[in-house]
C-alpha cells in the first residue's frame, strides 16, 4: 500500500512539472503561437509586406519575389535562437531575437536576384541559411 501511495505521488509531481513547463512556454513570448505565418500579406501603406521566419537553419519564405519599382516591407521572427538577416543589394544587416519581428524595408529599384543571408552565427547549419530576392 505504502510503495502505490509513494508511486501515484511521484506520477502526480511528474505531470505538474510538466504543465508548469508548458505554462511557462506558451506565456514567455518565445513559442511559435507569436510568429505569423509565412507569405506576402496584402500591400499595406503601399509596400508589399511578407511575412518571414528564420529558424535553425532556413528562412520561411526562403524565395521573395517582387516587382521592379516596389517598396518592400519584411516581417521577420526568428522561431528559436538569434539569426540575423543581411541582404548586401540594399544595405540591410539586422539582428533577429528569439521571438521578436523586426521589420526590414527596402525599394527594389532594380530588378535581378539579390541573396541574402544569416548574419549571426546560429549553429552547424549557419552557413545554408540563406534566400534571395527576386525583382522582376
Aim: glycine fraction near 10%; aromatic fraction near 8%.
Amino acid at each position: 500500500m505504502m510503495k502505490s501511495s509513494l508511486i501515484v505521488v511521484v506520477v502526480i509531481i511528474i505531470a505538474l512539472a510538466g504543465a508548469s513547463i508548458l505554462v511557462f512556454r506558451s506565456s514567455n513570448g518565445t513559442g511559435s503561437e507569436n510568429i505569423p505565418p509565412p507569405g506576402e500579406n496584402e500591400n499595406v501603406d503601399g509596400f508589399r509586406v511578407f511575412n518571414m521566419t528564420a529558424k535553425q537553419f532556413e528562412f520561411i519564405p526562403s524565395t521573395i519575389t517582387v516587382d521592379r519599382g516596389d517598396n518592400v516591407r519584411l516581417q521577420v521572427t526568428s522561431a528559436d535562437v538569434a539569426h540575423g538577416i543581411a541582404i548586401a543589394a540594399f544595405g540591410i544587416d539586422e539582428t533577429l531575437p528569439p521571438g521578436q519581428k523586426v521589420t526590414v524595408e527596402f525599394f527594389a529599384e532594380n530588378a535581378g536576384t539579390f541573396p541574402f543571408e544569416c548574419s549571426i552565427y546560429c549553429g552547424s547549419g549557419h552557413s545554408g541559411m540563406t534566400g534571395q530576392i527576386v525583382v522582376q
